[in-house]
């Protein structure tokens, strides 16, 4: 009697979105050590936010801190060349080791344990606010606090000191940052940069320092105060809008007003999906992916103005301006998620590649666009597809006719070689005339001295993606076409034909007799002998990216890979094998001689990498769903976790995030068409509200762990028996209705 008393409280706690602080469901630790890559960030942000922090220190496994950060101005930049820490005593400590570190979006606390020092944060967008307490620290020792600057100005007034931290290659780009304390030190002291400042030459304190080694700022509050508060406010244009950013933002010394703001905001953004379920568990690894979608892009615009390193200029504007992105990870998940929540965001994102594109004297578009400038990492130039795949499903708001040009621009001048930005070279010249990539044969040395000397040529990876992302410029022509009939002069129709073209080039690679992808030579001839498994060096890079040849099979998804492979039965048994098939070699070998990059593997499938997010989903193409409902369950289930190992590599800025918030909710985009893909909705119920006031609500009938097959789906009360959706039919708001089951539905669903 008793546990059907507890059962019936379980399923009646069930019925109600009752998540309203859905920030307790998020675990910022989780995937903070990955297998062998850069893992997940316990940042500590407002939703897309210049201002972000995470603690500094080597690994999470770890409780050694070097100081905190002020701000982090670029995603992986932990060990950002700013600081401050708090200490005790005559000298700053060897070690800082933490204890009791509780981290939430929106809020960090730790103890410096040892020296007995409370430190608390809080951010705004612009500025933030610590607050360090020396209450329990031992008593009649004086109180100190650090700040750091490992290159740029530092120079203290009264109770305020302004840094500038250099960031950009050559110093181009320069972050302001002022801080504001509420107490005024009893002695200041500023010390040439190094880990012993007090063993160090003493500047005075009354100028600015410059040099590129940088300074420390020691301040003396004496040995009776308890607590200490700094205030700050960061620009990238100068010492004012820092100011002015503060003030606008952050009135006084109140943390808690603080937090409570920020749990508000967080709130705010992640209840536009309501999840209801009974697994704890997955609740958190649902909003803690989600929450992990709001980190990037960045908003760098400052109430009215914006630094832009792309032509080295302040710029007025009425909009954001978004950077920090990394396209080839983004594109496939990210950015079309926000495509069906929040439309106008992902058009100002969009807008903003087109006018960093407009500041360049080339007029190329960004691969990985960052603060500081294009980092121009990996290969390709995805945000051309996300050009598409927005405008495929209604987004306006950006200057389509313009990502119109400057995509034929960038996608006909710029070469392809990967991280690398210039002009076309020999090798983009044989690219366009023999329609594939050329690789060197096994032992052969470079010749070409662009061609990064560890990235390498990644000749099959680049082809597929220029491949892909011709055919996205051509069905943006399609498009504009369509749309705009009166202004397709001049080149247009030979530079449609073109991209029609060179969209098949992919197929020039593709080996009938073994059903992958295998690089050429010069000649034309496949490189032989060949190993689909392990050959191409450290990551694959002399041919693929990261992934093996396994992986990039499936990565051209714009091509009828059904036919290529010889129809449905081949294609379904490639698949089979590609989840079924073992690395071959131990595990220290496979990923420590060939595939560092490739984790979380099931068979030659690696969950850890971008190029894989769809491959599980392609069963629906030959109508076996339940191939598809069957593995992204498994997948999701096994490799994300609510653990400091809960994501399989490395999360990319929100892509792989992404794809753990569409599979859990039994969708998956199709890039640059306006369809998704039906997979195995987790919860029993979730609620999406969309940014036109109107919501899709999904109901999982039966729904379990067991349960992942879908015997029916209704959409709006009338059954669907596709494996696909168009946008059309969420857009305006729908219902879907999922009957599961434990057995798969063979039949049904095509």
């Known amino acids: 009697m008793k546990r059907v008393v507890f059962c019936f409280l379980i399923m009646l706690s069930c019925e109600i979105f009752a998540q309203e602080d859905y920030v307790k469901y998020v675990n910022p630790y989780m995937g903070n050590i990955s297998h062998t890559l850069v893992p997940s960030l316990p940042t500590i942000q407002l939703p897309h936010s210049m201002l972000r922090v995470y603690p500094k220190r080597q690994d999470f496994a770890t409780w050694v801190v070097e100081d905190f950060s002020l701000v982090s101005p670029s995603h992986r930049n932990i060990f950002s060349g700013n600081g401050i820490l708090p200490f005790v005593g005559k000298s700053v400590p060897e070690v800082s080791t933490l204890d009791n570190e509780k981290i939430s979006p929106y809020s960090y606390f730790a103890i410096l344990d040892g020296q007995e020092i409370g430190v608390e944060f809080a951010p705004s967008f612009k500025s933030a606010l610590y607050a360090f307490d020396f209450s329990n620290s031992p008593a009649g020792e004086v109180r100190k606090i650090r700040i750091r600057v490992d290159s740029g100005e530092i120079k203290f007034e009264k109770n305020r000191i302004n840094l500038i931290q250099n960031t950009g290659k050559a110093d181009n780009v320069k972050m302001y940052v002022s801080l504001e304390f509420d107490a005024e030190p009893k002695d200041v002291k500023i010390y040439h940069f190094t880990r012993k400042p007090e063993k160090n030459p003493l500047l005075k304190p009354s100028k600015p320092f410059v040099a590129k080694l940088g300074a420390d700022a020691v301040l003396d509050f004496g040995s009776e105060i308890q607590k200490v508060s700094v205030k700050y406010g960061i620009s990238f244009i100068d010492f004012e809008s820092a100011q002015n950013n503060l003030k606008r933002?952050?009135?006084?010394?109140?943390?808690?007003?603080?937090?409570?703001?920020?749990?508000?905001?967080?709130?705010?953004?992640?209840?536009?999906?309501?999840?209801k379920s009974c697994d704890e568990e997955m609740k958190r690894v649902f909003y803690t992916s989600f929450w992990r979608t709001f980190e990037r892009m960045i908003d760098f615009s400052e109430y009215g103005r914006y630094y832009s390193a792309y032509d080295n200029s302040v710029?007025?504007?009425?909009?954001?301006f978004y950077c920090d992105d990394w396209i080839w990870d983004t594109y496939r998940t990210s950015h079309p998620l926000r495509v069906l929540l929040e439309p106008s965001k992902e058009a100002q994102m969009l807008q903003s590649y087109i006018d960093m594109a407009n500041q360049?004297?080339?007029?190329?578009?960004?691969?990985?666009?960052?603060?500081?400038?294009?980092?121009?990492?990996?290969?390709?130039?995805?945000?051309?597809?996300s050009f598409l795949d927005a405008y495929q499903k209604g987004v306006r708001g950006f200057d389509?006719?313009?990502?119109?040009?400057?995509?034929?621009?960038?996608?006909?001048?710029?070469?392809i070689i990967p991280w690398h930005r210039g002009h076309r070279t020999v090798l983009d010249d044989f690219y366009s005339k023999n329609g594939y990539f050329p690789a060197l044969k096994q032992g052969e040395a470079e010749s070409v001295s662009e061609v990064n000397t560890f990235e390498k040529r990644q000749s099959v990876a680049v082809t597929?993606?220029?491949?892909?992302?011709?055919?996205c410029a051509y069905k943006m022509?399609?498009?504009?076409?369509?749309?705009?009939?009166?202004?397709?002069g001049g080149n247009f129709s030979e530079n449609k034909k073109l991209f029609f073209y060179r969209a098949k080039n992919a197929e020039n690679l593709f080996n009938k007799k073994t059903g992958f992808f295998h690089p050429k030579d010069f000649d034309g001839n496949f490189i032989e002998p060949f190993d689909y498994r392990i050959s191409g060096g450290l990551g694959f890079r002399d041919y693929y990216d990261e992934n093996n040849a396994w992986t990039y099979r499936w990565?051209?998804?714009?091509?009828?890979?059904?036919?290529?492979?010889?129809?449905?039965?081949?294609?379904?048994?490639?698949?089979?094998?590609?989840?079924?098939?073992?690395?071959?070699?131990?595990?220290?070998?496979?990923?420590?001689?060939?595939?560092?990059?490739?984790?979380?593997?099931?068979?030659?499938?690696?969950?850890?990498?971008?190029?894989?997010?769809?491959?599980p989903y392609l069963y629906n193409r030959i109508g076996k769903g339940w191939k598809t409902q069957k593995a992204v369950r498994a997948l999701v289930y096994t490799w994300f976790r609510d653990d400091l190992m809960g994501v399989p590599g490395d999360e990319d800025g929100g892509a792989m995030s992404a794809f753990v918030v569409w599979s859990m909710l039994g969708l998956y985009p199709d890039v640059g068409k306006p369809t998704y893909q039906i997979g195995s909705p987790f919860f029993e119920e979730a609620e999406i509200a969309l940014e036109n006031g109107e919501k899709i609500k999904i109901i999982a009938k039966n729904n379990?762990?067991?349960?992942?097959?879908?015997?029916?789906?209704?959409?709006?009360?009338?059954?669907?028996?596709?494996?696909?959706?168009?946008?059309?039919?969420?857009?305006?708001g729908a219902v879907l209705e999922f009957e599961m089951s434990e057995r798969p539905n063979k039949s049904e669903l095509r």
């Open 704 to 732: 379990s762990r067991e349960n992942k097959y879908v015997k029916s789906l209704k959409i709006n009360g009338e059954n669907h028996e596709k494996l696909n959706i168009t946008h059309d039919k969420l857009k305006s």
């Open 477 to 488: 022509l399609e498009c504009f076409e369509r749309d705009f009939p009166k202004q397709t």
């Open 400 to 415: 389509f006719k313009a990502a119109v040009s400057l995509s034929i621009n960038t996608l006909l001048t710029e070469s």
């Open 464 to 471: 597929l993606a220029a491949s892909f992302d011709d055919w």
């Open 249 to 275: 933002e952050i009135a006084d010394f109140d943390i808690e007003k603080l937090k409570e703001n920020g749990n508000k905001i967080w709130n705010e953004a992640l209840s536009k999906i309501k999840i």
């Open 555 to 615: 990565d051209a998804p714009h091509l009828d890979l059904v036919g290529l492979m010889g129809g449905a039965e081949n294609f379904e048994k490639n698949l089979d094998d590609t989840f079924h098939t073992p690395t071959g070699l131990p595990k220290w070998r496979f990923w420590g001689n060939h595939a560092p990059d490739q984790t979380g593997n099931v068979g030659q499938f690696s969950m850890g990498n971008e190029p894989s997010f769809h491959i």
């Open 360 to 385: 360049t004297s080339e007029k190329w578009l960004p691969t990985f666009p960052q603060i500081f400038g294009d980092a121009h990492a990996m290969n390709g130039n995805h945000v051309v597809a």
């Open 315 to 320: 710029h007025e504007t009425d909009k954001p």
